[in-house]
């Protein structure tokens, strides 16, 4: 298995300077991950650091609390397709899916969708906040609103991919979507088994060590 | 001292209800606190419920990382007035400030309060991420940058509002901007000890408890 | 499989009422668990309820930290046999670990194994804290010192169970010992994952939820 | 103020290796601290490093959950002793101040000061899990059973100190003991805002930062 095709190498933490983006890139090109995930005042720089490559940048929107307005995640994502990135990883709206507003919730993703067409579009569950049945929901919504993928996690909550998680998106997800998974994936074993378990992607800031067969104790 | 005056009554957890921020809302008005704080999806509903009392809505931006584009800042920060925001609190760009970028720090900020005119813009350091010098940098280009208060803490991150950190942002500012104390004020006595220092602001989730000499675990 | 059969049903936080562990080992008793697993404080009190039962009392040793002196492991293991418990859960020391005094490591566990005579001693390794490398030499000590398990985690520091970290301790352990996982496990599907790769035994507090198939939030 | 006499140097991580300590001892007699603080396993090696010195030993007993059996905590409090510990460091039964089995509580502490004669007892009552009430009920009933000191944090809780705690402490001592405020103390201003509310000790590990005036990110 091509491991490294599966991952988004990814830094997402706040202090994160222009030197670790660089270095991040330069990875993502030696490694050929498929993509670099970073926030939205690094996308600039990672399209122009990649564009002689096959690594695509990928950003997060309304991240990580998934709260932001509607109009202003739509905006955050046109903009960030804008300078140069390729796919958008949106928050879902977790209070209005914990209210049972589902039509917001559909609005919220499909609004973005919408504004950035044919770019790869994952929704952020957020799997650590919610029960089996809100899961299962939000991913049929994902699904209806026309996301590309559902993914479990953000990395800044209380906890990240789990097994049983995927197990219910893929059953609510039907073939659909995609999934990814991300969130406390730090070694290749754990890697291998989201893969197994029929996962398209993977988010990860242990990407090298994940390869390299050593440890990370990074939280993402 | 007529604590109430001093506080944003705040709820940002990402999983908030409609009902939660209702009742929010009410309790600002019975204790008439100085604003509610939300995120930017509940914006024009605190609009709406509290366009009778004095009650002033602060929304976030760019909330709680600061890693956004600043395009995107100025977006959601335009779109939260619009739906009737009187006061915006924005997160610093942390990774440019450890670059000392100073000037994309200053132009981050700047651009924001081009944008919203008179309303109030209160700049979020996130103090637990950065060194004595960083945050009194930070103070001094908040200043610059026409920001009315430097606040100390999302809430969000693994520290909050220290008397170190204002007495160091105090000097910094130089009676040029208000301060906003956050993060783990949860008791009337650490309310009253900051307000004593000079803080003219103060961001609790437990605003309730501080009122009343009660206790709260809450973190914000 | 008869999952029951691998759980150790665990309240170890700080804060259990004596009504929480009476629920806890009522509870042990109706859906057939190994064992509980409670603090010293409790054994007593968990080893006359279970009196008629088949459910065992385990208690931990020097935990979480297993920075406590030898002399107070050996008293404390030696105590709770007296006080009932079956089974003994210490935690290894972590600092002579990273410092490579590993004669000490050994001592430390053998000298409870020796003073609890033919109950079963479970020696926790933190894997959250520890590189591949040192989870693998722990788990040799561990099988030197005549442990009867070795077990991932406590559940009090940054992480728990991994794939990776099992398959490492199988590995080393080769047969010569038992495996416990704990940590984070919290649904059926990661609990069979784990047993699937070898484990003999599971820590968990969502010991309920595991086999209803709903959902838990324990960190545990 | 000679701030360093009310410092304990404290380094309790679980992982901490020998030159940490040997660091950390090095210190207190550099600064003149009054003691350093660590866990059981050093206290025999910081004894013998401190000897020719001042600077008192001091070790933490049922830490940090304090739900071990009493007896366990008799046991480890002698030995730390023999081993050469002059202050006590234990952590109150908290399960059982919340079940108000006070007479437990009285016989849990006061069992212990019984078993280390005149040295100091100080007993850490981990604010951060209890109410107010809570809080000034277990400061009576240490006065009750004779410690010395009224400690508020281990450092491995979800908070640490605080200025309300501090003054509902006082009022429930009212004289008769001691105070140690522990726990997210990282700079000067800090530190003595709580000795001028009358706090006897301070429990920091970063008593370094704290007396050169830079700044510290450690937890406890």
Chains 1, 2, 3, 4 share one sequence.
Not at 29 to 45: E, K, M, Q, R, S
């Amino acid at each position: 298995m091509k491991l490294n095709s599966y991952i988004d190498h990814t830094l997402l933490k706040p202090t994160a300077t222009k030197n670790e983006i660089i270095k991040l890139c330069n990875e993502a090109i030696t490694y050929d991950f498929f993509a670099v995930c970073v926030n939205g005042c690094y996308v600039a720089l990672a399209n122009e650091l990649l564009s002689d490559s096959s690594v695509k940048v990928c950003s997060v929107i309304g991240f990580p609390l998934g709260a932001m307005a509607t109009e202003a995640k739509v905006f955050e994502a046109k903009n960030a397709i804008a300078q140069g990135a390729d796919e958008i990883d949106m928050v879902i709206n977790l209070g209005a899916l914990k209210n049972k507003h589902y039509d917001f919730v559909f609005d919220d993703i499909n609004q973005v969708k919408k504004a950035i067409g044919d770019h790869t579009l994952k929704v952020i569950l957020e799997i650590s906040e919610l029960s089996y049945d809100e899961i299962s929901k939000a991913s049929s919504i994902c699904v209806d609103a026309k996301a590309d993928f559902v993914k479990t996690s953000t990395g800044f909550s209380s906890g990240g991919a789990s097994i049983e998680a995927i197990n219910i998106m893929k059953k609510a997800i039907n073939g659909k979507a995609k999934m990814k998974a991300s969130g406390g994936i730090r070694d290749y074993d754990t890697a291998k088994t989201y893969i197994d378990l029929g996962v398209d992607r993977l988010g990860v800031s242990s990407g090298i060590a994940i390869m390299n067969g050593t440890k990370s104790n990074s939280n993402y």
